[in-house]
């Protein structure tokens, strides 16, 4: 820390002493407090970035800081960490020290990202080195450490703590071009060696290697990945070779019509197995949802939408994700529509999602889902009036019973907004069945909302009411939301 503050007064001396009109701060704070009416209980946080560029250096300084109400346990205790960065950039490299995130390719071989909706922060800290070679290609080096920062439970835990010692060392070469034009491939590959305490067995090691091809022709987009993992099995020595895995994808564009089709074939690439990994590679659901993340799965995705005619969008996907001996399967279908006439200041969508899981869910053999969806969106001036509804069959069968659960979940958002600065939500959801242990046995959730823009930089969030929880992913990561009922209020301001 003495090294970092130093260096940074050293910086700043620097600027000062040649004048500030070069230097640039920008920055961004959020602040949330969240009231739980079951006991009083408050969680706050607060997240602060602050960046600082001059000429061809930069700076970077977080905060973050959850800080939930007393007693504390091994489930729900303070976090707190700071972040920093350092990077020098002239035209032909870059040189970072600090934290920064990090994807190779599609993520077969290292993916590190901050989602912030999701509330997961998946981020390294050492040094990368970005070499800016001819023909548009880049060389990265990188060493480094995790840090995996996940909400789960409403708490934050850090899920490779018993692991964060692990040494990461990365290579990629990325888009080497060939060709012209409309006309054109990119030639990518990357490596990525990762040292582990956790194995005692002499000479341990994982590598991960990876190859990556882009062509385009006109308008259509061809993309293939692939790795392989390299390494010895845990704890018992020997090699560990058979793992690999590949993703195409395929799209084109034409007048009036869009086409995309994947597919995938994973077969011991994530690593290390468990609730966290160095990688994520893509998943063809929509929506989300992955078995195991690249440890074994196989599974295509195929897409389309149309104009049929002007006011006219139509949209319809079908995915099927499993393992090799389907053993756990998921598929989806999801169909949109959507009516913008021109004449009228307003949007009309209907929609259709239909799900269905087996050994997906923890404690679920089964369960499928078929939900109907409408969208009525309407404006008059400054005013905006928005109507969402939704109702949702559904059938479960837990692993605890041989007796199926039918029931169904039902829920409308009313909006109304006024300009850019004021936008009030009304909503509730409502499930048929009372009994559920996956909604904490409650079966109505009502929220109002209120959301402000104070001013160009400063947007307030109040939200009073119930929230339904249950389980939910962001690519391909997956976490049951506890469900909650209290106040959140959220003051996000940008400098």
């Known amino acids: 820390m003495k090294h970092i503050l130093l260096l940074l007064q050293i910086v700043c001396g620097i600027v000062y ?18 009231v739980f009416k079951k006991d009083y209980a408050v969680n706050w946080e607060d997240k602060i970035n602050v960046l600082l560029e001059y000429r061809n250096f930069s700076g970077k300084l977080g905060v973050f800081w959850f800080e939930p109400s007393k007693p504390w346990d ?3 205790k303070p ?9 020098y950039a002239p035209e032909k490299f870059e040189i970072l020290l600090g934290n920064f995130y990090e994807t190779f390719g599609q993520g077969l071989v290292l993916r590190t990202y901050l989602d912030e909706d999701f509330r997961h922060d998946k981020s390294l800290a050492g040094l990368r080195l970005i070499g800016h070679l001819p023909f548009n290609t880049d060389l990265i080096l990188l060493g480094a450490k995790l840090r995996d920062v996940f909400f789960q439970e409403n708490t934050y835990k850090i899920m490779n703590i018993q692991d964060s010692s692990d040494q990461l060392y990365g290579i990629a070469l990325s888009n080497l071009r060939f060709g012209s034009g409309n006309a054109f491939i990119k030639v990518g590959g990357n490596y990525l060696r990762v ?12 590598e991960l290697f990876g190859a990556n091809l882009k062509g385009t022709i006109g308008p259509i987009d061809l993309y293939a990945e692939g790795a392989t993992r390299f390494g010895t099995k845990l704890g018992i020595g020997g090699p560990d070779r058979d793992n690999y895995g590949y993703y195409l994808v395929g799209s084109g564009a034409f007048t009036g019509l869009g086409l995309v089709f994947e597919y995938l074939d994973y077969n011991g690439i994530g690593f290390p197995e468990g609730v966290y990994h160095y990688n994520d590679p893509p998943t063809p659901i929509r929506s989300g949802v992955a078995i195991n993340r690249g440890v074994d799965e196989i599974g295509f995705g195929i897409g389309a939408n149309a104009t049929p005619f002007s006011p006219v969008f139509l949209e319809a996907s079908f995915a ?11 598929q989806e279908i999801i169909g949109k529509s959507k009516y913008e006439p021109v004449e009228l200041p307003m949007i009309f969508q209907l929609g259709f999602e239909s799900m269905h899981q087996k050994k997906i869910e923890a404690g679920t053999l089964k369960r499928n889902t078929e939900k109907p969806n409408i969208d009525l969106t309407y404006t008059i001036e400054d005013h905006l009036f928005e109507l969402e509804s939704e109702f949702t069959w559904v059938y479960e069968l837990p692993f605890d019973t041989t007796e199926a659960l039918r029931y169904y979940e039902t829920g409308f958002t009313l909006t109304y907004g006024y300009g850019e600065g004021l936008i009030l939500t009304f909503g ?3 499930c048929s069945k009372d009994s559920l242990k996956r909604y904490d046995y409650m079966k109505s959730w009502p929220v109002a909302e209120i959301a402000w823009s104070i001013n160009q930089n400063n947007i307030l969030r109040v939200r009073i009411g119930s929230e339904r929880g249950g389980y939910t992913c962001s690519g391909g ?3 049951y939301e506890a469900p909650f009922t209290g106040i959140k209020a959220s003051l996000i301001s940008k400098f």
């Not at 976090?79 to 990077?87: E, Q, T």
């Open 79 to 87: 976090l707190r960490y700071f972040d920093y960065s350092l990077a």
């Open 17 to 34: 002493a040649q004048g500030n009109s070069e230097l640039n701060i920008t920055g961004s704070n959020r602040q949330e407090f969240w």
């Open 74 to 76: 091994e489930k729900r």
């Open 477 to 479: 990561v997956c976490r």
């Open 320 to 330: 099927q994700l499993n393992t090799h001996n389907k053993s756990s399967q998921v």
């Open 428 to 430: 509730w959801q409502f």
């Open 195 to 206: 040292n582990r305490n956790q194995d005692p067995t002499p000479k341990a090691f994982n």
